[in-house]
């Protein structure tokens, strides 16, 4: 990178920062995989909710509607991450293969970048590894 694009990084993420300043004194230091450690997946009850019959009337199933949801939040790119970590492990536990995963995240390559698409990639590697060590958090 270089100095001018650098500066000017650093100067977008400071006035990030005075804004979640301004807003919210709290939000300055908020780190959202706080919340990963603390509920690794949505209950149940609020699943049924958004992936299942409310939103799900003889429509697509929960493990094809999650798949549809990690192409989103991949094409939306880095700023996505929690939520796409959550969204895989979702569509692991409705039935999705690590494969499909990754197909789907492959195909968002065209549309988000190559960059979004790697970015996701890393994140769906990390939830497989974690699925692989039996473990819950990120």
Same mark, same amino acid.
């Given at each position: 990178?270089?100095?001018?694009?650098?500066?000017?990084?650093?100067?977008?993420?400071?006035?990030?920062?005075?804004?979640?300043?301004?807003?919210?004194?709290?939000?300055?230091? #908020?780190?959202?995989? &706080?919340?990963? %450690?603390? *509920?690794?997946?949505?209950?149940?009850? !609020?699943?049924?909710?958004?992936?299942?019959?409310?939103?799900?009337?003889?429509?697509?199933?929960?493990?094809?509607?999650?798949?549809?949801?990690?192409?989103?939040?991949?094409?939306?790119?880095?700023?996505?991450?929690?939520?796409?970590?959550?969204?895989?492990?979702?569509? #692991?536990?409705?039935? &999705?293969?690590? %494969?499909? *995963?990754?197909?789907?995240?492959?195909? !968002?390559?065209?549309?988000?970048?190559?960059?979004?698409?790697?970015?996701?990639?890393?994140?769906?590697?990390?939830?497989?590894?974690?699925?692989?060590?039996?473990?819950?958090?990120?």
């Amino acid at each position: 990178m270089s100095d001018g694009f650098q500066k000017m990084f650093a100067q977008m993420l400071a006035s990030g920062q005075e804004m979640a300043r301004a807003f919210n004194p709290g939000l300055e230091n #908020l780190d959202t995989r &706080a919340f990963e %450690r603390m *509920i690794p997946t949505i209950p149940a009850d !609020m699943m049924e909710v958004w992936f299942g019959r409310t939103f799900n009337r003889d429509g697509l199933d929960s493990r094809t509607r999650l798949l549809v949801t990690i192409a989103a939040l991949t094409v939306q790119g880095a700023h996505a991450e929690p939520q796409l970590r959550l969204s895989i492990r979702h569509a #692991l536990e409705a039935g &999705a293969t690590p %494969r499909e *995963i990754a197909e789907v995240i492959w195909q !968002m390559g065209m549309f988000g970048g190559v960059p979004a698409m790697q970015k996701a990639l890393q994140v769906a590697q990390a939830v497989f590894d974690e699925q692989d060590d039996g473990e819950t958090t990120a």
